[in-house]
């Protein structure tokens, strides 16, 4: 049945296949098994009816009809949009492997000057790519970890630049290592008279409890705030269980979401899955800048320090998420794509499969990647789920995700702002052309 459903799928999206400036006005995309993520369980055979970018009706199969034309899909499974929730930009390239591989919403942790230009290209639709959440450009101390970054060491300075943050549309303020807590505390009252989230990494110098103080939207990664991730000059391969369940439960108390990028800690300590990624087509589309020097570069030495460090890193990464899962903290799933072995877009994929690994029910993995990430964002009028009036973003996927999580890696077509994407157009945007360079 499985092998069937997936060949008629191939074939149809196929003959479907139309550029996307000939898809206007209305469509129907026709016998999907729909996973709502409203709460209800998924509706089998059902039609979908889009009008411009949003959804119109939904009904059982053979009951819309439409003068626009209609993508069969055969009884394949249809998943509202996902959302990587922790993403770098660097090119075009990389903003269409996101959508082909089903991620139509990311949310971009260190902005800039050309990054809020690529935002307003990708709404206004010159230029293909998923919906776009921009952070400022990173809050941080002097001295700085990265050198564009402008240090920022009093409180004036951090109210004037959120100010200017704030003006020039950035939707979030990031902060970062290094600030002291006078600079956190400026950042955090500016940021909030401009109703802007604070969210980034806990500065080295600030207990959590003075952080929570000031009501973070977002904790990245899994790290600093652990008790013992380091010590004594290395990092901790044995923090104590009750440590983890203590910080797990403070966290789950004070409602802070934690973005814990399990698979950027799993991609460096697991050779095997680095092997899986290389397999992957996007990888050798990526530009050699990326996988090679960068990604190469990262990459530990078996049995060095470096290795054993990763190594610890991923288990207590693990081992709080699960910890997390258990006390019933707010977790979302970001990647930190397109760090060394995560390819943008796929990467998400992985992320939802170690979340699951964790102990996260496949159900609640999947809503953690929808409702749960577009509830974070706030906007009542993007809810992440599959009912009438909402925007169509969606993926068609050849089984179904509650199943086994590892099936939202099986996409066969995407719709974005109501335009439908076969698997072959969205590849088409991503593979250079023939003879080209790679880099965009
Ligand atoms: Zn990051």
Not at 392 to 419: F, K, M, S, W, Y
Request: glycine share 10%; with cysteine.
């Amino acid at each position: 049945m499985f092998q069937i459903r997936k060949a008629l799928v191939g074939v149809l999206a196929v003959l479907f296949m139309l550029p996307a400036a000939a898809q206007s006005g209305e469509w129907l995309l026709r016998d999907a098994n729909v996973v709502t993520m409203t709460g209800a369980p998924p509706i089998a055979s059902q039609d979908i009816l889009i009008r411009d970018s949003r959804i119109v009706a939904i009904e059982d199969t053979g009951r819309l009809t439409t003068k626009g034309r209609v993508v069969e899909v055969n009884g394949a499974w249809v998943i509202p949009g996902l959302h990587d929730m922790h993403v770098h930009l660097g090119t075009e390239q990389m903003l269409a492997m996101y959508v082909a591989n089903g991620v139509t919403s990311i949310r971009v942790m260190n902005g800039n000057q050309s990054l809020l230009e690529l935002v307003s290209g990708v709404a206004d639709g010159g230029i293909f790519g998923p919906n776009i959440f921009l952070a400022s450009p990173l809050l941080e101390g002097q001295p700085p970890l990265w050198p564009q970054s402008e240090p920022v060491t009093t409180p004036e300075q951090a109210r004037q630049l959120v100010e200017r943050y704030a003006s020039e549309g950035y939707r979030a303020i990031k902060i970062y290592d290094g600030l002291t807590a006078p600079v956190l505390a400026a950042t955090a009252e500016e940021a909030k008279r401009h109703s802007l989230p604070v969210v980034g990494h806990m500065p080295d110098a600030i207990e959590l409890e003075q952080l929570l103080v000031h009501d973070p939207a977002s904790l990245e990664h899994v790290g600093g705030y652990l008790p013992g991730w380091f010590s004594g000059g290395r990092q901790a391969c044995d923090i104590p269980e009750w440590q983890l369940t203590r910080l797990a439960g403070r966290l789950a108390e004070a409602g802070v979401t934690v973005v814990p990028t399990l698979s950027l800690f799993h991609q460096s300590s697991n050779a095997d899955s680095r092997e899986l990624t290389r397999a992957q087509p996007e990888f050798n589309a990526l530009p050699p800048g990326i996988t090679g020097q960068f990604w190469l570069g990262a990459t530990p030495e078996p049995g060095s320090e470096r290795a054993r460090a990763a190594n610890c890193k991923s288990r207590n990464a693990e081992r709080f998420t699960r910890a997390l899962i258990a006390a019933g903290g707010s977790i979302l799933p970001g990647t930190d794509s397109p760090n060394p072995w995560l390819v943008p877009g796929r990467a998400l994929h992985l992320e939802l499969e170690r979340l699951v690994a964790a102990g996260m029910p496949p159900e609640q993995a999947l809503a953690a990647a929808t409702v749960d990430a577009a509830a974070w964002f706030g906007d009542k009028d993007r809810r992440g789920t599959i009912e009438t009036g909402q925007p169509a973003d969606l993926v068609v996927l050849e089984a179904n995700p509650l199943e086994d999580i590892r099936h939202v890696g099986a996409v066969t077509g995407v719709v974005i702002r109501g335009q439908w994407q076969s698997q072959a157009s969205l590849r088409q945007r991503w593979q250079p052309a023939a003879g080209s360079e790679a880099g965009l």
